[in-house]
């Protein structure tokens, strides 16, 4: 049976993305495809499907399908419960996060000027968007709080480099002032430390 279709039928059985040792696995140890074998296959389907309603696209946990954006407004009808909708609160201190990373509350309450709820934290938590990967060596010892390949996933990234660059939050008026000061400039990359921890993280939640 042709390599590219039993990948494409798996993908579209998987509830989630499927990385390439995940696909390496559905073989038998005799007849398993190499990762360039596999890759080469993936990228077939994604010109394939490049003319579809559907995208081949890869994020930080593997490959998955999905509808492209273009149809989203269609395709959301189809379900009766509305999406979710987040708080501007909520998501300027997920923002923050994710450029500052790590960081602790305490310091998402300076840059936001207000506390940040605790009921947000333990939203951005139960949804998997952020976890704690330390304690800040300071009095008191606070959480640092980083983003998840969950994270990535949701917004359709790769790594924390594919963020958008800080100035385009800034001009749809998502962070709280144009003058906030995080550890990054437009053109500066994110934290290398960070990027490394995720990829770490990854390859542990990978089989």
Do not use: C
Not at 47 to 76: D, M, N
Not at 116 to 145: C, D, F, H, M, Q
Request: proline share 6%; net charge negative.
């Amino acid at each position: 049976m042709e390599l590219k279709s039993i990948i494409e039928a798996s993908l579209f059985a998987a509830n989630e993305p499927l990385s390439i040792m995940e696909l390496q696995s559905l073989f038998l140890l005799e007849e398993r495809p190499d990762k360039h074998s596999l890759r080469e296959a993936i990228k077939q389907l994604q010109e394939e499907y490049s003319v579809k309603s559907i995208e081949l696209v890869e994020v930080a946990s593997g490959y998955r399908f999905q509808v492209k954006s273009t149809y989203s407004p269609w395709v959301a009808r189809l379900w009766e419960e509305k999406p979710v909708k987040y708080s501007r609160a909520l998501l300027e201190t997920l923002a923050i996060i994710a450029y500052q990373q790590p960081a602790t509350r305490g310091e998402v309450e300076e840059i936001r000027g207000v506390a940040v709820s605790t009921n947000i934290i333990r939203t951005l938590e139960e949804r998997e968007w952020l976890r704690v990967i330390g304690r800040k060596e300071v009095p008191g010892r606070p959480a640092l709080y980083a983003t998840t390949k969950e994270f990535l996933d949701y917004f359709n990234l790769q790594t924390l480099a594919d963020l958008p660059p800080l100035a385009t939050l800034l001009e749809i008026d998502l962070l709280p002032s144009s003058d906030v000061q995080l550890n990054l400039g437009d053109d500066t990359p994110i934290n290398n430390e960070v990027i490394q921890d995720e990829k770490e993280h990854s390859s542990e939640q990978s089989p």
